[in-house]
């Protein structure tokens, strides 16, 4: 029973297990975790309950903050501080560094300005040597891995025409720009992938 006023998303349930294989793998020896685009809070408690020396930051825009505050409080973890107020296209990015950083269909939701700002401000986050991992549903070389994925973007435009599924190719020439480097593409249920990249 989800409690009112809590937020809660489907996808979240389904995705959670294959993302945490992923997580177990490159967050291994990872320390401080920024999640940018926490959503709901539901990866957020689910990933830090089942990677307890992991500190998990979550972040957000200011309108979701309160529900994925439900979700921590609810939980009480002790690695998962306050959740802080972040737009990826104006900011403001916390001061601190991560060896980490992890954000799960955001990209596509966004405008393409918005996935340059973001990329751009790793840049101030990121720790010597961290990882970054992007899921969700990428094309590659503008073609569309699925026609569910093809269904998707068009959904997706019709609802903005500025968000929409992104070019691996396109994304990772953001990445390499600004240091990071591609060392892995996991394949995930549902046409969904896994980015992963290294700071060089």
């Known amino acids: 029973m989800i409690e009112p006023g809590k937020p809660f998303a489907p996808a979240c349930e389904r995705n959670r297990d294959p993302i945490l294989a992923v997580l177990r ?36 825009v200011a309108d979701n903050l309160a529900g994925i505050g439900l979700w921590l409080a609810e939980v009480a973890l002790p690695n998962t501080p306050a959740p802080l107020e972040l737009d990826a296209a104006s900011g403001p990015w916390p001061t601190q560094r991560f060896d980490a950083v992890f954000s799960a269909n955001t990209l596509h939701i966004m405008a393409w300005p918005e996935v340059e700002a973001l990329f751009a401000g790793l840049a101030r986050v990121l720790a010597p040597e961290a990882t970054v991992i992007v899921y969700g549903p990428f094309n590659d070389a503008g073609v569309y891995t699925s026609d569910s994925n093809r269904e998707f973007d068009a959904w997706l435009k019709a609802r903005d025409p500025r968000s929409g599924i992104r070019d691996i190719e396109a994304v990772d020439a953001l990445a390499r720009r600004d240091g990071l480097r591609l060392v892995d593409v996991a394949a995930m249920p549902a046409n969904n992938r896994c980015l992963i990249w290294q700071r060089a």
């Open 25 to 60: 793998t490159h967050f291994a020896n990872r320390r401080n975790v920024l999640e940018i685009g926490s959503g709901s809070g539901q990866h957020a408690v689910y990933f830090a309950a089942a990677m307890p020396t992991l500190t998990w930051q979550c972040t957000d």
